[in-house]
């Protein structure tokens, strides 16, 4: 690793440790010509999600995309930002282990009324209702019923 104060392209690793819950490893080296010290990050490289969208464009996998999706779905609803993140955080993960290259915005949707579900039903009727795009009452009565029959 060359030294970022002298450009020496060699140093020891003093230091080794887990960082982002484990995906990175903190390096502490020391530079072998000056003995100055600096960190390093070692993390997987991975390879860009492209989310196909309904109209058929292609775009990156943005997880805050879908935190901001779900921040509208409960709004004034007694659901934590901690709960959103750790929601928007399983989602990412699933998307990320699938190894697929792309994902469709309905199965990232999927992912979300899964998510929201569990946390809140009133969020999740909220969000249904935009992106399942209920045409009328009927439609909406339908995804309410269903709800309430696995609850029992």
Request: glycine letters at 4%.
């Amino acid at each position: 690793m060359k030294c970022p104060h002298c450009g020496y392209g060699d140093s020891k690793v003093l230091d080794s440790r887990p960082t982002d819950e484990g995906n990175a490893i903190r390096r502490r080296r020391e530079c072998n010509k000056c003995k100055n010290r600096f960190t390093t990050y070692e993390k997987i490289e991975e390879t860009p999600i492209m989310v196909i969208k309904k109209d058929g464009t292609r775009e990156t996998f943005d997880v805050s995309k879908i935190i901001k999706g779900m921040i509208k779905s409960v709004e004034k609803r007694p659901v934590s930002v901690e709960d959103i993140e750790k929601a928007a955080w399983n989602i990412e993960r699933e998307v990320n282990s699938s190894f697929k290259g792309e994902i469709t915005s309905n199965e990232i949707g999927d992912l979300v009324m899964r998510e929201l579900k569990d946390l809140d039903e009133v969020s999740y009727i909220r969000f249904a209702s935009v992106y399942r795009q209920f045409k009328d009452v009927e439609s909406f009565f339908i995804e309410l019923e269903e709800i309430i029959k696995n609850r029992k």
